[in-house]
């Protein structure tokens, strides 16, 4: 909407009539209900001189009696015994009970004394287990035969569940603990087990691997066959 043009003659016009009206209008309701405005305004009771500070004070004194009764209370409150919902509350030191490497039976206190700790000791376990003396004089020996190459080839040729309690990279993860596998526990007691051989001298023949040897089959929206 474009701003008025007060210097248009017709404008400045338009506005002095309004202004008149409504100075008109003002006058007109300030003679009908003048009288009203003025008892309405009029003080008829006593003046008591009160103050702002008065209102607040006297306010504070009617809220002292609700503040002794609940002080009254709250003493006889703080002399109870508070309820507790358990006896015991767990803490840290509670945390290794049941789930230290001992617990879990991968370490033994014998062989490293680090793992004979009180249950109130909240250090972290150690990560690697203890090292052979006989592999530790490898280092301080003179090369070829000896040394930190010889040392870290023999380490290298031992298992990792045999160096650390725990995985500590995701290389580890094929491979960790062979031993507990399945295809260790349900190995052959006596040689090996000739697969091709056993099926050919078979009265059946040999068979195609079992269904649970092939990929699974995954359900997708594609209907063409491959």
């Excluded at 009029?42 to 009617?62: A, C, P, S, W």
Aim: charged content about 30%.
């Amino acid at each position: 909407m474009p701003l008025i043009d007060f210097t248009n003659p017709d404008v400045i016009k338009f506005l002095v009539e309004n202004y008149e009206k409504t100075a008109r209008l003002r006058m007109k309701w300030n003679s009908l209900y003048g009288d009203k405005l003025q008892e309405a305004a009029t003080l008829h009771r006593e003046e008591k001189g009160y103050t702002t500070y008065d209102v607040f004070k006297q306010n504070m004194i009617d809220g002292m009696a609700a503040i002794s009764r609940d002080h009254v209370t709250a003493g006889h409150n703080r002399r109870k015994v508070p309820l507790r919902d358990g006896k015991h509350i767990p803490g840290v030191a509670d945390m290794k009970k049941g789930h230290s490497i001992v617990d879990v039976g991968l370490g033994d206190p014998e062989e490293d004394p680090r793992l004979a700790r009180p249950d109130t000791d909240t250090t972290l376990d150690p990560i690697m287990r203890v090292v052979d003396p006989n592999q530790k004089k490898i280092i301080y020996k003179d090369i070829p035969f000896y040394g930190r190459k010889v040392y870290l080839k023999n380490r290298s040729r031992m298992k990792p569940e045999q160096k650390y309690y725990f995985r500590e990279c995701s290389g580890w993860d094929c491979g960790w603990r062979l031993q507990d596998s399945f295809f260790s526990r349900n190995a052959p007691s006596h040689g090996r087990v000739w697969r091709l051989s056993r099926d050919v001298k078979s009265r059946t023949g040999p068979h195609p691997d079992p269904a649970y040897y092939n990929d699974p089959e995954i359900a997708t929206v594609n209907k063409c066959p491959k």
